[in-house]
């Protein structure tokens, strides 16, 4: 891998005995599947999960997994929104992406150069696409980079990550493009879409820092051009986001993964993943051999979220309730021993998450006798009433 994919140790190829173990992970006929961006960015909002971290860096295809293990995932792309995203995609790139370059205001469009970034393998694209960003910026000219491929190491492995565009300007700042199809009216467009995006292009301004810190005179941009329809029309129009919180977050938990070796040298002996070798029975056994960190945010976010929703709440873990109120209730780690402490059955008095439990059942049950005092005096009126 060439150097000038990383400001540190470039992204290095998982050793031999490594890429081995991880074959072996995924079963002997299955490729590896692809970690993308969005994927990433879930995984960096999880990052205590080693069930995903693994999965992700094996290439398992947990889509396919979560069927087998009878809980699919429920979410994704419809086939039409895919080809509408697609169709959206090309106009604005057409003609060499002059639609998208008169968004980022250049008067003369035909000016800017479209390199050819083809190469053989990831390694070699994304080689191809490192020197292209060096030589546009030492070129100083607009420079279009369509779909250009990006490499980051993720818990010691290697990512390749395909953002749709990015710009190089004359002054040497690269600017990361997301192209989405959902509309922006009035200037504005839905803030969860948004945010989805931001999270996403985050990392791709991640990746592309390790270049440009090898790279003279060049700067990564910290706000991204984020690229939709104009209203419900099919007008490209565009607006610059701020990545600058999503990409702090996305290097803290990166930087808080737990290295993929060290969690396969934790497994069983034989445990795999194999999806045409193994039964339903055997690949429950091989997930469950890896600890999850599921909350219902994995919902929106992983394949296998529904299968750990379910382990999760036999375990009765207190984790299914929401992050927050896991985090209110410290060493607590199930319902049942919530419950308890909140009736006097179980845990320290001293423990301010017991003492606030206990005084929160107080307050309940003192609520709960008004209400039925209050029902027993309207009942009795009711009575009374109808005496007369």
Not at 37 to 50: Q, Y
Not at 99 to 118: M, Y
Not at 149 to 173: F, K, Q
Request: hydrophobic letters at 45%; glycine letters at 10%.
């Amino acid at each position: 891998m060439s150097e000038s994919l990383g400001s540190g140790p470039p992204p290095q190829a998982p050793t031999t005995a490594l890429r081995q173990r991880l074959a072996e992970l995924r079963g002997p006929a299955a490729q590896p599947h692809p970690l993308d961006a969005r994927a990433l960015a879930a995984l960096a909002a999880n990052p205590g999960c080693r069930r995903r971290a693994l999965l992700d860096g094996a290439g398992v295809d947990k889509a396919a997994l979560a069927s087998a293990l009878g809980a699919p995932g429920t979410f994704g792309q419809s086939q039409f929104a895919f080809m509408r995203g697609n169709a959206f995609e090309a106009k604005v790139k057409a003609d060499g992406g002059k639609e998208l370059l008169r968004l980022l205001g250049l008067d003369d469009p035909a000016g800017a150069l479209v390199p050819d970034l083809s190469a053989a393998g990831p390694e070699g694209r994304a080689a191809r696409t490192a020197l292209a960003l060096r030589e546009a910026t030492a070129a100083g000219t607009w420079t279009l980079l369509d779909h250009p491929l990006l490499a980051l190491d993720v818990a010691g492995s290697p990512a390749y990550l395909e953002p749709d565009a990015v710009v190089v300007h004359p002054d040497g700042r690269w600017t990361v493009v997301e192209i989405k199809s959902f509309p922006m009216v009035d200037a504005s467009a839905d803030a969860s879409k948004v945010g989805a995006a931001a999270r996403q292009a985050a990392v791709y301004v991640l990746a592309l820092e390790r270049v440009a810190a090898v790279t003279d005179g060049a700067r990564v941009a910290h706000s991204i051009l984020l690229v939709c329809p104009k209203d419900f029309s099919n007008l490209p129009t565009a607006s610059a986001v701020d990545v600058r919180k999503q990409l702090s977050v996305t290097r803290r938990q990166l930087a808080r993964l737990i290295r993929v070796e060290d969690i396969a040298a934790g497994l069983p002996e034989g445990v795999t993943f194999d999806l045409e070798g193994c039964s339903a029975d055997e690949l429950t056994a091989a997930v469950e051999s890896v600890p999850h960190a599921y909350a219902p945010e994995c919902l929106a976010a992983c394949e296998l979220a529904f299968h750990c929703r379910d382990r999760a709440r036999q375990a009765g873990a207190v984790e299914t309730l929401g992050r927050s109120v896991r985090g209110e209730l410290g060493g607590l780690t199930t319902i049942g021993e919530v419950l308890a402490a909140a009736r006097g059955e179980a845990g320290d008095p001293a423990d301010p998450a017991v003492a606030a439990l206990r005084r929160a059942a107080a307050l309940r049950a003192e609520a709960l006798a008004e209400a039925d005092l209050a029902q027993q005096g309207a009942a009795t009126g009711q009575e009374a009433g109808a005496c007369h």
